[in-house]
């Protein structure tokens, strides 16, 4: 740290000189200045008279008069080198500094103080108009608790009392998780007698959850009632199911992994249901689906894959057909509600029924990527490997540099979308679904393939991000999407969040959504 001290004693004294020079430079200028103004005002009275003042603005009042442009002389700074120390000149200068500095720090909080006045205004508005709802209501069910019998009023009492109690002694926390563990046997017995089936009929194994599924949901659309049924139509419901809870669910179960990593292989189950459990388990592992501990993951990233197909065919439909011809064709939402549902339950599974379907129509070859590395580029990867070893250890190329590379050349197809850049706003809206949704969709169905977990979580923080940092666009976007190069700059952030070199969504992800939902507790607790 040596040299950091020297270094900073050089620029400290460096600093020290030019500040003196400018102020010998700015008193020669203002003797120099008045001999001036004195001649022109003898030769030239008329137009002294007639000159109009120099506007005084703020940065003129603070700052001192030989920093403006008009003064600055080069001769006469170069010869204020030649000049002794003047300590005098310094301190009234560092005074001066003081004194601005503190001035800036008033002005600062002037500012935030009248910025500050309009939000309070906002506050209290929003206060004012909420605040006779809220004793309204209280006021209703007071009455509604005085009009009632003793008996009720006890009853009520006593079970606000046990919700208080159960939820301070930690009761809730218990039946949760005894709710998970009946929820994961039932998936099991269910998971079992869907396999012990599918070995006689495997077609009737398929189908047999979604027909139930959907012949249950027609029933309950003729049987429902109406307010069901409008609930069940409902735009808030709809967004909840598409985004909400797979965002919710996904954030969980990085939260799982990451808090409890190995909590499924350390902890062993209890003696009276452990042989049961292990049989039920044997059995479902028959099923076939690989890399159990990262099944929530996969199945997350299959959602998402499926849900960024449909943002981006949305998207091209809307700008190549006619509004009349898209609003023909629009489903209902109690339709697409029940859709979602399908997909999010646990029985039917309709997320990975459907990636299952398009997923070799997208990447046919998705599953052939991981053996052809691993037979046919692995004496190739390792002598790439050795020389770019090589060449950092040698200090040809730096380490930063090489690493720039890699992730150019694993992500480099994603630059292609910087070709929206030159096209008007409506065509680069679709390039951000495009770019933000669609490649990594597609990048995503090759590691699922490949079975790159190591690339797993990094997917899923990105589609966590991604998703709302692009809902939260799509918002202010409907107040000052007339702005210029409004959706260009978003195709910038998404680019920003998916690129391995700069890990945007990563960063952000760490920041903001970890530090909510999953440090409150520690490993170690």
């Not at 009929?201 to 979604?210: D, G, Q």
């Not at 954030?251 to 062993?268: D, F, W």
């Not at 459990?277 to 998402?304: Q, V």
Request: proline share 5%; net charge neutral; glycine share 6%.
């Amino acid at each position: 740290m040596w040299w950091w001290k020297t270094r900073r004693q050089q620029a400290l004294l460096l600093l020290s000189v030019l500040l003196a020079a400018c102020v010998v430079a700015d008193q020669v200028d203002e003797e120099h200045s008045v001999d001036v103004d004195a001649e022109v005002a003898q030769s030239a009275p008329v137009l002294m008279q007639d000159a109009l003042p120099a506007p005084i603005g703020l940065l003129d009042q603070y700052l001192p008069s030989g920093f403006g442009p008009s003064s600055f002389n080069a001769t006469e700074f170069v010869a204020g080198f030649a000049n002794s120390t003047d300590w005098a000149a310094i301190g009234f200068a560092f005074e001066d500094a003081v004194v601005a500095t503190f001035q800036c720090l008033r002005l600062w909080v002037v500012f935030l103080v009248l910025v500050m006045v309009p939000i309070m205004q906002g506050l209290t508005m929003v206060g004012d108009a909420l605040l006779p709802h809220c004793i309204a209501v209280v006021k209703l069910g007071a009455d509604y608790v005085s009009e009632m019998d003793p008996v009720h009023q006890a009853i009520l009492t006593l079970t606000v009392l046990f919700v208080v109690v159960c939820i301070r002694k930690g009761y809730v926390h218990k039946a949760r998780v005894r709710y998970v563990v009946m929820r994961r046997h039932l998936e099991l017995r269910y998971r079992a007698f869907v396999a012990s089936l599918s070995a006689k009929w495997r077609l009737v194994a398929i189908l047999l959850p979604h027909v139930l599924f959907f012949g249950l949901a027609y029933e309950a659309l003729y049987w429902l009632p109406d307010s069901v049924t409008d609930v069940l139509g409902s735009e808030a419901l709809f967004g909840l199911l598409s985004v909400g809870y797979p965002l919710l669910h996904s954030i969980g179960v990085i939260r799982q992994k990451r808090l409890y990593p190995q909590r499924a292989k350390s902890t062993a189950p209890p003696s009276g249901a452990g042989s049961r459990t292990s049989e039920l388990r044997k059995r479902f592992e028959k099923i076939g689906l690989p890399d159990y501990e990262w099944r929530a993951y996969e199945a997350c990233l299959k959602y998402w894959v499926i849900w960024s197909f449909a943002v981006c065919l949305i998207g091209m439909t809307t700008l190549f057909v006619p509004a009349f011809v898209v609003a023909f064709f629009t489903v209902p939402v109690h339709f697409g509600n029940i859709f979602l549902i399908w997909m999010h339950s646990p029985f039917t599974r309709g997320d990975i029924t459907l990636y299952t379907l398009l997923s070799p129509v997208v990447s046919p070859y998705a599953n052939r990527i991981h053996e052809r590395e691993a037979m046919a580029n692995a004496e190739g990867n390792e002598a790439t490997n050795f020389l770019m070893r090589a060449l950092v250890s040698l200090r040809v190329v730096p380490e930063r540099h090489l690493h720039f590379a890699k992730d150019l050349w694993s992500q480099g197809p994603a630059l292609f979308g910087l070709i929206f850049i030159f096209t008007p706003g409506f065509v680069a809206s679709r390039g951000c679904s495009l770019m933000g949704f669609g490649f990594p969709a597609y990048v995503t169905i090759g590691v699922l393939g490949e079975k790159r977990t190591r690339r797993y979580e990094w997917w899923l923080s990105y589609f966590s991000v991604a998703v709302t940092v692009d809902y939260l666009v799509t918002a202010i976007g409907r107040e000052i999407a007339w702005l210029p190069l409004f959706y260009h700059a978003q195709l910038l952030m998404m680019m920003w969040l998916q690129f391995p070199y700069f890990q945007g969504a990563e960063r952000i992800f760490d920041a903001c959504f970890s530090s909510v939902f999953i440090v409150p507790e520690s490993k170690e607790d």
